[in-house]
C-alpha cells in the first residue's frame, strides 16, 4: 500500500486529506463525491476519527484507489494485453512439430507462476499480532457509509476460505458488518461459492477457518472481485497478470493463508449453524438492501503491519469505483465468455445499469434466432445468470460504448422481437417479487427486416392527453417527454403521480385489445398506442428528473421485473418503472435510496473540501447526491 501511494503520487493520482474527517458519513461522503468527478483522485484520509468514540487513528484510511481509468492502467495493467494473452491460452492446441512447441513454450512456462508460494517465516502482515481477549475491530478506522446503514462495514476485504479437505482454496469480496469487537456479519449470498463451502462444514459439524485479509498489493483485492468458476482459486489470476507467484502465509490461529504483505488480516471461524441479522446497507444498486440473517465470523485474531494502510470502498448510486474495478473484468473474461458463447464479439455493462441490470452485446448474427440462444447461453452461465435486461446488436453495429449504438437500437427495435423469460436474479435485486428470481427480458436487435415503418409523431400536449386517458384512473401523468425522435421507435417517458397499480391501466388496454366490442373510448386508446407509441416507460413523477436520462436508466432497470412490469400491447411495449407495494403484488419491503446526508455534506463545505466541485446544487441534482435532486420532493 506504501509503495502503491508512491505511485499514485508519482502520477499525480492521488489527493491527500489532512483535515480530521469522522469515519462515520464525513470520510466515505467525500469520497462518495469525488469519485463521480472527471478526473478524480485517490484519496488518502491522514486523520480519520471517530467522533462518537472520540478516537483519533493512527492507520490512514485510503479511498477510490481503483477510481480511474487511468489508475486502473497503473494498478492491474494492459488489460486488452491481458484479455490477449487469456484468449490465447484458451486456444493453444498441442503442438504438431518441435517448432510449434517451442512457439508455444513461452506461455507454457508462464502457468508456473499460477500457483501462489506458501513461506514458512512471518509475514509482513503478521509484524503485530493481537490475539484472544485483545482483539477489537473498533482499534481499526472502519467506516460507516450512509446514514440508514446498520453499523461499520469493511468494504474491501479479502475474504479467503477453503473446503473441508482444504482442497478448494476460495477467495471473494463481501461487505463485512462489525458487530462488534470481535464479531462480523458475512454477507454470503446465496449464489456464493462460500455458501456451497460453508454447507461442508455443517455437515461435518465443524467450524469453518475463515479470513478476511486488507490491503496489500492492489491486485489481490481486484482478484477478489474476479468471478472464476468453482474451484480455481482467484489468486491464481495473480500470478498470471504479474508473472510471478503470489507469495502468502499461514495464519496464526486458523490454516488458512492470506498474502504475505497484507496490511491487516482478521482470523477466526463461523459456526455453521449460527445466523445473525445483517444490514441494512446502502449498496451498489444505490439502495438499501434490507436486514437478513448471514453468517457470523468470531474473530480469534487481528495481524497487521506496523504501519498500515485501511482500505476501503463506497459504493451507491453510478458513477462509483465499481465501475472502474469492473473494467479489467469485463475485458479479460471476454474471452471466457466467448467459449460459451461462439458468436459473441463483445459485450458491455454500462454502470448505471449497475451491471447485472442490464448488458449490451455484439454478436455475429450467423442464422435466425441466434440471439436469443446467446440469451439463453448468457443466462445459464455463472454470474451472467444474474443478468435482466439483454439487448443483443450485430457484428455491424457501432461500438457498444458509442452514443450512436441508442439509435441503432431503437432504429430495429420490434416487440416481435422481446424475449421474455425468467430465472435466477442478483440477491441484491429489489425489484423481483421473490427473492433472487424474477422476470428477465432479451432484446434481439440483430436484424432490421422485421422492423414497422417510421411511426408519426405527436407534439407533447398530444402525448400528454393520449396518455392521460391510457393511465386514468391509476394515476394523473404529470410531465411527458419523448426522446430519441428521429428514429423509427422513439421512446416516451411518462412522470406519473401513481394511485393504484398499473397493471389495472395495462390490463384494460389488454382486454380492450382483445374484445373489440369492449368501451369504444378503451379501443380508441389501443389505437392510438399502436399508431403513435412503440416504448413506453412509466416512473414516478416525484423520484424522477425527465432531462437526466443517466440517473433515469439506472432507476428504471432496478425497478422492473420483466414478467410483472412489461407489457406489450399491439405493437406497443408499455414498461412500469415505478416503486411498487401491495397493490403490484409485491410483498418485500422497497427500499429507501442511498442519499447523501445534507448535514454532511454541508460539513464538508463547510471545512473547503468542496471548493473546486463548482455549482455543487447542480452537481448534487445531476448525480441525484440527495434528495435535493428534485426540487418537487
Known sequence: MRQTIDLLKAHNEIKIITEPLDVELEIPHLAYLEVKRKNSKALLFTNPIDKERQISYETPVLMNLFGSFSRVQLLVGDTQGIAQEVAEMIKLKPPKSLKEALKIAPRMLNLRFLAPKIVKERGLCQEVITRGLG????????????????????????????????????????????????????????????????????????????????????????????????????????????????????????????????????????????????????????FYTPIEPYPVLEVSAITQKKNPIYLAT????????????????????????????????????????????????????????????????????????????????????????????????LNRFSVKNCLISEGVCDALDHSSPSFAQGGKLGLDCTNALEIEDKLELLDTMQLHKILSEVFSPSGKVKSVRQIYKETKNPIIIVGIDKKESLKKAFLRLERAKLESQHQESNLQNVNLLEKYMRIVVVVD?????????????????????????????????????????????????????????REVLDKLEKYGLLSDFGNLENFYRKFHIDKSYNTKM
Not at 473498533?138 to 461499520?152: F, H, Q, V
Not at 479479460?332 to 460459451?340: D, S
Not at 406489450?568 to 414498461?575: A, D, E, Q, V
Open 135 to 286: 482483539v477489537d475491530l473498533n482499534a481499526i478506522p472502519i467506516l460507516k457509509t450512509w446514514s440508514e446503514d446498520g453499523g461499520r462495514f469493511i468494504t474491501m476485504g479479502q475474504c479467503y476460505t477453503q473446503s473441508l479437505d482444504g482442497s478448494v482454496k476460495n477467495l471473494g469480496m463481501y461487505r463485512l458488518q462489525v458487530y462488534d469487537k470481535n464479531h462480523l456479519g458475512l454477507h454470503w449470498q446465496i449464489h456464493k461459492d462460500s455458501i456451497g463451502l460453508l454447507e461442508e462444514y455443517r455437515k461435518a459439524n465443524k467450524k469453518m477457518p475463515v479470513s478476511i485479509a486488507i490491503g496489500g498489493d492492489p491486485l489481490y483485492t481486484w482478484c477478489a472481485t474476479a468471478p472464476l468458476p468453482y474451484g480455481l482459486f482467484e489468486l491464481m489470476l495473480y500470478g498470471f497478470i504479474r508473472k510471478k507467484r503470489a507469495k502468502m502465509v499461514r495464519c496464526v490461529s486458523n490454516e488458512i493463508c492470506v498474502p504475505y504483505d497484507a496490511d491487516f488480516v482478521i482470523e477466526g471461524f463461523v459456526e455453521p449453524n449460527v445466523m445473525r441479522d445483517e444490514g441494512r446497507f446502502g449498496d451498489h444498486t444505490g
Open 314 to 409: 463506497v459504493v451507491g448510486k453510478p458513477p462509483l469505483e465499481d465501475k472502474y474495478l469492473g473494467f479489467p473484468t469485463e475485458r479479460i473474461f471476454l474471452p471466457l465468455l466467448q467459449t460459451t458463447t461462439p458468436n459473441l464479439i463483445d459485450y458491455y455493462m454500462p454502470e448505471n445499469g449497475v451491471f447485472h441490470n442490464l448488458i449490451l452485446a455484439k454478436i455475429e448474427a450467423r442464422f435466425p434466432r441466434i440471439a436469443q440462444q446467446s440469451m439463453h447461453a448468457f443466462w445459464g452461465v455463472g454470474q451472467m445468470s444474474f443478468v435482466k435486461h439483454a439487448i443483443f446488436v450485430g457484428e455491424n453495429a457501432p461500438s457498444l460504448q458509442d452514443k450512436e449504438i441508442v439509435p441503432y437500437i
Open 541 to 597: 413523477e416525484l423520484k424522477n428528473d425527465l432531462d437526466n436520462l443517466y440517473m433515469l436508466l439506472w432507476r428504471v432497470v432496478n425497478n422492473i421485473d420483466a414478467k410483472r412490469d412489461i407489457k406489450i400491447i399491439g405493437k406497443t411495449l408499455l414498461l412500469d418503472a415505478c416503486d411498487k407495494d401491495v397493490s403490484d403484488d409485491y410483498l418485500r419491503e422497497w427500499p429507501k435510496e442511498t442519499d447523501c446526508s
